[in-house]
């Protein structure tokens, strides 16, 4: 028997099983559909029926990195506790006990400054995705003889890679409308979507979404004027980039010359070695007392430098 003869009846067989797979996909396919709606539906009834800080938490996290579940708000509440208990038990054996405390305190709180930068960053870029995301949005609900969640929907699907954030938070909300049981659940979608974008002409947004799905009124002339005023921000968003890139230049050239500066001072000036320097710093414990306070100091210097430089495209 050759090798071909020997391979014939494996191909047939991979040919009748992908056959087989297209056959019963139909089937298949409304079933994990309706699994996963059910799966997703629990899940926010988990976090709904949870205490205010949880569902605070896991508002957060929705928002930051996508992730709002039951389970992904105590996998992020038992990593900050983990952390903060290194850092404890690291820093007692530095400072006196209450320091030791008060500085391993950070450690919460830097993990929910972190995720509120991330979530202004986030507020940012799509903020920004606003003109492309009304202008699919207002074409589609005129082309679906304002049929709002149809809108949405093929909104969805013509929106590109251009705006990203606004694809995920209109999945979301779509996903929300879709499974509404009561008047609330429409308060709920609207003020997660609220908070997603926390600009003035968002709010607005939500307040015309809410007339179209509870009275079934047409907005389109709202969400014209919505539009209208995002491209008056468009043609001030190009003065405050030169603004911002003329600053950036600035800070981008200054720290270089600090940082040079800084190595000729220790290493040139004040004739320190290598070896000398990660002593004094890193194994010394008034040099690593120093150390500690400056490194707190260079991250918030660094998050009201990107809350300055980084503005929402709001009216």
């Known amino acids: 028997m050759s090798n071909l003869d020997a391979i014939i009846p494996y191909i047939a067989l991979l040919i009748y099983l992908i056959g087989l797979w297209f056959v019963l996909l139909p089937v298949f396919v409304p079933v994990l559909n309706g699994l996963q ?5 629990i899940k926010r009834r988990e976090v709904e029926d949870s205490n205010p800080f949880i569902q605070e938490i896991a508002q957060l996290l929705e928002v930051a990195i996508n992730r709002g579940t039951l389970g992904a708000a105590y996998s992020f509440l038992a990593l900050v506790l983990s952390v903060w208990i290194i850092v404890f038990f690291m820093l007692f054996k530095i400072y006196p006990l209450i320091f030791a405390i008060v500085g391993s305190l950070f450690i919460p709180v830097l993990s929910i400054v972190f995720l509120n930068i991330r979530i202004y960053m986030n507020r940012v870029k799509i903020s920004y995705e606003g003109l492309n995301f009304i202008t699919e949005l207002t074409n589609n609900y005129r082309i679906q003889h304002n049929d709002l969640v149809t809108a949405m929907e093929f909104t969805f699907s013509s929106l590109n890679e251009k705006s990203p954030y606004s694809k995920k938070m209109l999945q979301q909300l779509i996903y929300r409308i879709r499974n509404v ?8 979608a609207l003020e997660q979507m609220i908070f997603t974008f926390d600009t003035s002409w968002s709010k607005q947004l939500a307040n015309l979404f809410k007339l179209s799905l509870v009275k079934g009124e047409d907005i389109t002339e709202g969400l014209l004027d919505i539009q209208k005023d995002l491209k008056d921000l468009e043609k001030l968003k190009e003065k405050k980039r030169q ?17 040079l500066t800084g190595i000729y001072f220790i290493f040139g000036y004040s004739g320190f070695t290598v070896d000398k320097f990660i002593e004094y710093q890193f194994i010394n414990p008034i040099g690593l007392k ?6 707190l100091l260079v991250i918030v210097s660094w998050i009201i430098y990107m809350y300055f430089l980084k503005n929402k495209n709001d009216f």
């Open 37 to 41: 709606i059910r799966a997703r539906r």
């Open 181 to 188: 049981t009561s008047l609330r659940d429409y308060d709920v």
């Open 243 to 259: 603004i911002n890139i003329q600053t950036g230049f600035m800070l981008y050239g200054l720290i270089p010359i600090m940082a």
């Open 290 to 295: 120093i150390f500690l306070p400056t490194v």
